[in-house]
């Protein structure tokens, strides 16, 4: 089974506007972490946001929010008035315990249209 | 400020070359990894590295080797480069614990004529 699921390639979003990229995951760890990356078309990954599973409140870094449904594993990445910068791959990723491996979704292409 | 230093932003090599992507962190992190990122694959773990002289295999690990000597620094290697090796590699470090993100570097587009 997938660790990590996003289910859309690719989404538009007006300027200004808020968006939420889908994520969700699947663990029988109960102690995990939660990560969204941004990757813009010259290719680097950038740490956006994480939320942890013992975390009481969604996480929140600026624009960004978490939107951290534990019961459905669901950790979708909301963005507030979207800006034409923020067009980009976005990845979901899921570190377990203190394995070290992280899993990775397919990313969600994200284009903002002024 | 975290730092991923990836010696090569474009490298172009040629088939059967022996070739080496270099990685360095100034952070003292343990862990550090390589990847492979191709359209419609996502990013698939080549090899990572715990500690120093320590490797574990990833999900692809065919036709590639690693070097860990120093704690900052962890070298990706195509024994015999192949042209359906040519990708965008990206090398990243993080430390221990469910907590802790991984950091990356810029990435390296290989191209292998």
């Known amino acids: 089974a997938q660790k990590i699921t996003q289910t859309q390639p690719g989404m538009f979003v007006q300027e200004k506007e808020a968006v939420t990229l889908d994520c969700t995951y699947d663990?029988?760890?109960?102690?995990?972490?939660l990560f969204w990356y941004k990757q813009p078309s010259s290719g680097e990954m950038i740490f956006l946001i994480y939320q942890g599973s013992y975390d009481q409140q969604n996480a929140t870094e600026g624009r960004y929010s978490l939107n951290f449904q534990k019961a459905r594993k669901s950790a979708n990445l909301v963005i507030s008035a979207s800006q034409l910068g923020d067009s980009a791959m976005y990845f979901c990723?899921?570190?377990?315990?203190?394995?070290?491996?992280?899993?990775f979704g397919s990313g969600t292409k994200l284009n903002v249209k002024p | 400020d975290v730092k991923v230093t990836q010696s090569s932003r474009y490298l172009v090599k040629r088939t059967g070359e022996k070739v080496f992507l270099e990685c360095v962190q100034d952070m003292d992190h343990e862990n550090m990894f390589w990847y492979r990122q191709d359209p419609g694959l996502g990013l698939r773990l080549i090899y990572f590295s715990y500690d120093v002289k320590m490797k574990e295999k990833g999900d692809i690990p065919e036709g590639y080797s690693v070097s860990r000597e120093k704690k900052e620094r962890f070298s990706l290697i195509l024994e015999s480069a192949s042209t359906n090796q040519t990708s965008m590699y990206l090398c990243?470090?993080?430390?221990?614990?469910?907590?802790?993100?991984?950091?990356f570097g810029d990435g390296t587009r290989l191209s292998i004529l």
């Open positions: 990243a470090s993080s430390l221990t614990g469910s907590n802790q993100p991984q950091h």
């Open positions: 663990t029988s760890d109960p102690s995990y972490g």
């Open positions: 990723a899921m570190r377990e315990g203190n394995f070290n491996k992280f899993y």
